[in-house]
Each structure stands twice: as structure tokens, then as C-alpha cells.
Nanobody
Framework: QVQLVESGGGSVQTGGTLRLSCAAS????????MGWFRQHPGEEREAIAR???????IYSDSVKGRFTISQDSTKKTAYLQMNSLKPEDTAMYYC????????????????????WGQGTKVTVSS
């Protein structure tokens, strides 16, 4: 079973910075397409950042320009650098991963994720 272990959440003042990490481990052993989601109290989960095999990145409008997703060379660990944090960023943050798919066209990422982290709380106070 693959496990995603998240770290880096916590409490910060408005305008502050946090860096979240997500490490995939276990079996099967794969490289992963990875992404970050968040969920505000009483709302549905929101996709905020995804990174693809070729390094292409997509952000939601709510975090674009402030958050940066990255992945190490093994594609087993993802990071979310969060700058200029706002109270609206207060949420549970979840890491998600899906094994990189081998296709006739080369490695590709699917639109869905197979594995999820337990969530890490981010609180931004004014």
C-alpha cells in the first residue's frame, strides 16, 4: 500500500509563509503525478495545484501567483510553497498522487488520483 506523508502545516500570520511537503512511500513503488487540494470548513474540496510528468503546472485562480508546487527528481515527493498567506487560505490541505501511466505516447498523468494524504491543517490569522 502506498502512503502519503504530509508535513509543514501550522499556524501563521497574514502575509506569512509555509512550505508543505508530501512524500510517497510503500509498494508498489512508482513515480507519481502529484497535486494539492484544500478544503474549507463547510465547503467541498478544491484542487489548487497539479504538476505533470513534463513539469507543466496548473494552479487554481485562488492561489495563482502566491503558491508554488514542485516535485523532486524521483517524483516521489511534492512540495507546496505558500507565500503571502491570507486568512482565506485557512483550510485542511491534502496531497494526492497517482502513478505515472505508461502509454504508447510516453509517460502521462491521468485526471484522477489513486492515493491521498491524511491532511494537514493550515491556519492563517489576522
Amino acid at each position: 500500500q502506498v502512503q502519503l506523508v504530509e508535513s509543514g502545516g501550522g499556524s501563521v500570520q497574514t502575509g506569512g509563509t509555509l512550505r508543505l511537503s508530501c512524500a510517497a512511500s510503500g509498494y508498489p513503488d512508482n513515480s507519481y503525478c502529484m497535486g494539492w487540494f484544500r478544503q474549507h470548513p463547510g465547503e467541498e474540496r478544491e484542487a489548487i495545484a497539479r504538476i505533470y510528468v513534463n513539469g507543466s503546472i496548473i494552479y487554481s485562480d485562488s492561489v495563482k501567483g502566491r503558491f508554488t508546487i514542485s516535485q523532486d527528481s524521483t517524483k516521489k515527493t511534492a512540495y507546496l510553497q505558500m507565500n503571502s498567506l491570507k486568512p482565506e487560505d485557512t483550510a485542511m490541505y491534502y496531497c494526492a498522487a497517482d502513478p505515472i501511466a505508461a502509454t504508447p505516447w510516453g509517460p502521462r498523468c491521468r485526471s484522477e488520483f489513486s492515493y491521498w494524504g491524511q491532511g494537514t491543517k493550515v491556519t492563517v490569522s489576522s
